[in-house]
Nanobody, 122 residues
Framework: QVQLVESGGDLVQPGGSLRLSCAAS????????MYWFRQAPGKERERISC????????TYADSLKGRFTISRDFAQDTVYLDMNSLKPEDTGVYYC???????????????WGQGTQVTVSS
């Protein structure tokens, strides 16, 4: 059974940091590009980052560059999102996703997690 299980979401103060994790199982995740999406209240889900199967290929939404860092651990079948200098507008549900072989420019990933809530508030 394919599973992507996110964890690490929490309530954090503005300016704080958080690390999200996504554990993959039930498929050969080494051959999948991994993503983080988020959905803010009342807004559409947006793609915020992707990391390729070679680990060196990473993409970020322009608005997030320099604050968020995506990484992956092939031995643990886990992808991470390190978030720094968090702002209230970073609040939302963060989803992990996977697509075969590469970060897609168009289209939807093959697999999705259930999401983890991040709330940035004082």
């Amino acid at each position: 059974q394919v599973q992507l299980v996110e964890s690490g979401g929490d309530l954090v103060q503005p300016g704080g940091s958080l690390r999200l994790s996504c554990a993959a199982s039930g498929f050969a995740s080494d051959y999948y590009a991994m993503y983080w999406f988020r959905q803010a209240p009342g807004k559409e889900r947006e793609r915020i980052s992707c990391i390729g199967i070679n680990r060196e290929t990473t993409t970020y939404a322009d608005s997030l560059k320099g604050r968020f860092t995506i990484s992956r651990d092939f031995a643990q079948d886990t992808v991470y999102l390190d978030m720094n200098s968090l702002k209230p507008e970073d609040t939302g549900v963060y989803y992990c996703a996977a697509s075969y072989m590469k970060c897609l420019q168009f289209g939807k990933p093959d697999y999705w997690g259930q999401g983890t809530q991040v709330t940035v508030s004082s």
